[in-house]
């Protein structure tokens, strides 16, 4: 199979390496991290601006239109809020995607699926190119496909947690099942994470805390990058292993199901 | 707060007068400050100095569990050793670069002036306000005649720090001293000898607020104001934001940055300010 870069939205991406900016040490620790992961994309979150504060942005050292924006709605706790965010994200003109971030659970932080998916409906109608970060879920994964989502970004594990891949299966059958692009968004801990996922022939990983709490952040950036690469020539050479993770038997019969039009007699 | 912003925002200035006992000075300035009193100035000619620092310890005390800044008059060694807020000088007490010198920058010097010309001198004057008046004539100040509102005008047209009217200044007559142009009104007499300071001073606040030229907003859920015929890149400008990468939401409304410059405010606009800050997500 020959490389091509990651395709989104019309776009194509040399690096399938979207790097975060939040929790970094510093603005200078940030830009260099990311120079250093030859990412193309990043993702910044919205904010209320502070009038009283210094207006200072861990943005301030990059040039943002050196890279591609994936603005992302973090904070929104509902659709409507999502959504909110994502119109704001765009005004600010730097671009017209989108990632989706619904929290559905404070103590976790993991995903609203049904908020995601309302979210998803109406900023593809609004124009917008979405990529809905979401739970590791299948039908949850297709159905956001269906709704128009550019790529879908399940999560590996709970944001921040960087506890890795906690349930290769889904994972591997939302990759195998997705029709559209799957980023592997949230919870990568360590370089061979990465790889593990783009091993299964994720189209990308988006990647955080894993780069910004290491303990040299820059280096980190640069290791991430190895792996994702590693990853993806492992996945292109075909790996040569068993039966792929999807296609379980069913535990209860199939068939005999009444039909769906069937009624109850009056 | 930063005191300069909150000088700022300050509208009614309470200047304290020599007749009230000292012992009841605390207690007058809690209820000014619960009444709408922004800034209070210590001002005692005639007490000895020695007793003045306690006194002066417990009214800056007064006035700041109120959140008003407290300024002492005249007596610069006395505003450091107590750590007020900052010093106002007459134009015959040490001048302001000497103040300065004692105080650093940190703390806020004000200023009277009495004339254009104090005006004009005032702005080459490491001064963060001036006083102007006395606007009409007071027993607190005998033998100055009044230099009426025209100063004021003058003043506020001319200065490039705030502006404080001072002078018989009370109910009925702080609104015009705003019309004039002044961007805060002091009082003496009106809140020291009122039997009801509290609500002497929250009716104050209501006239000067009737006649503010200012409009009030929410910018962020915070109460703001900015003068009438401001846009809204203009209030952004005073408050030193960068415009790139900053969009504005006003009532439900999403504004593209080209817009701003021609959006005026309105009173009671409900302004969401935003901008693109670092995250990767919910916890970034």
Not at chain 2, 8 to 31: C, M, Q
Not at chain 2, 39 to 67: I, T, Y
Request: charged share 20%; aromatic share 4%; glycine share 12%.
């Amino acid at each position: 199979m020959a490389e091509s870069g990651l395709r989104l939205g019309g776009l194509e991406l040399s690096s399938r390496l979207i790097h975060g900016t939040g929790k970094f040490p510093s603005p200078a620790v940030l830009a260099a991290a990311i120079a250093a992961s030859g990412a193309e994309m990043i993702t910044v979150a919205v904010r209320r601006l502070h009038l009283d504060g210094d207006h200072h942005s861990e943005l301030a050292e990059l040039d943002l239109g050196a890279y591609r924006i994936l603005p992302n709605t973090a904070g929104a706790k509902t659709a409507g809020e999502s959504v909110r965010l994502a119109r704001l994200a765009r005004a600010a003109g730097l671009s017209d995607f989108i990632k989706i971030e619904v929290v559905g659970d404070e103590e976790t932080l993991l995903p609203d699926p049904i908020a995601t998916l309302e979210a998803t409906r109406e900023l593809v109608a609004d124009g917008f190119i979405v990529l809905p970060y979401a739970s590791d879920d299948v039908a949850l994964s297709l159905r956001l496909a269906e709704a128009g989502a550019a790529a879908v970004m399940p999560g590996a594990a709970p944001i921040g947690s960087t506890l890795g891949v906690l349930n290769p299966h889904n994972l591997r059958a939302i990759i195998q099942r997705s029709p559209v692009p799957v980023i592997v968004d949230a919870g990568l801990g360590s370089p061979s994470d990465a790889t593990r996922v783009m091993e299964w022939g994720a189209a990308g990983v988006l990647v955080n805390t894993g780069i910004a709490h290491a303990r040299d952040p820059v280096a980190m950036a640069a290791a991430f990058a190895a792996g994702v690469k590693a990853g993806r020539e492992g996945f292109l050479a075909g790996l040569a292993e068993g039966r792929p993770a999807a296609g379980y038997g069913a535990s209860s019969p199939g068939g005999g199901l009444p039909e769906p039009t069937a009624r109850i007699p009056d | 707060m930063a005191r300069l912003t909150q000088l700022r925002h300050a509208k009614l200035y309470l200047v304290t007068d020599d007749a009230t006992p000292a012992d009841r000075l605390p207690g007058l300035i809690s209820l000014a400050v619960a009444g709408g009193v922004d800034l209070v100035q210590l001002r005692r000619k005639h007490s000895d100095p020695a007793e003045l620092s306690g006194v002066a310890r417990e009214c800056l005390g007064a006035a700041h569990a109120g959140g008003a800044l407290f300024i002492v008059d005249d007596h610069v060694a006395l505003a450091a050793e107590i750590g007020a807020d900052g010093v106002h000088l007459g134009q015959t007490d040490l001048d302001p670069a000497g103040a300065r010198s004692q105080l650093g920058w940190e703390l806020l010097v004000g200023l009277s002036t009495h004339s254009k010309a104090q005006v004009v001198r005032a702005a080459g004057q490491p001064v963060d306000y001036i006083s102007a008046g006395p606007v009409h004539a007071t027993p607190t100040k005998p033998g100055r005649a009044a230099v009426g509102l025209d100063h004021v005008s003058v003043a506020a047209a001319r200065a490039t720090v705030p502006v404080v009217a001072i002078g018989g200044l009370g109910r009925g007559t702080v609104g015009e001293a705003v019309a004039a142009g002044a961007d805060m009104v002091a009082v003496v007499r009106e809140i020291c000898q009122a039997d009801e300071p509290g609500r002497v001073a929250a009716q104050l606040r209501q006239e000067v607020e009737a006649a503010s030229p200012w409009l009030r907003f929410r910018v962020n859920g915070q109460r703001r104001k900015c003068r009438a015929g401001s846009s809204i890149q203009d209030f952004l400008r005073l408050w030193e934001v960068p415009l790139d990468g900053v969009v504005v939401e006003r009532n439900g409304e999403i504004l593209r940055s080209s817009e701003l410059a021609a959006q005026l405010l309105t009173e009671n606009d409900e302004l969401e300010v935003v901008h693109l800050v670092g995250g990767g997500s919910a916890d970034g």
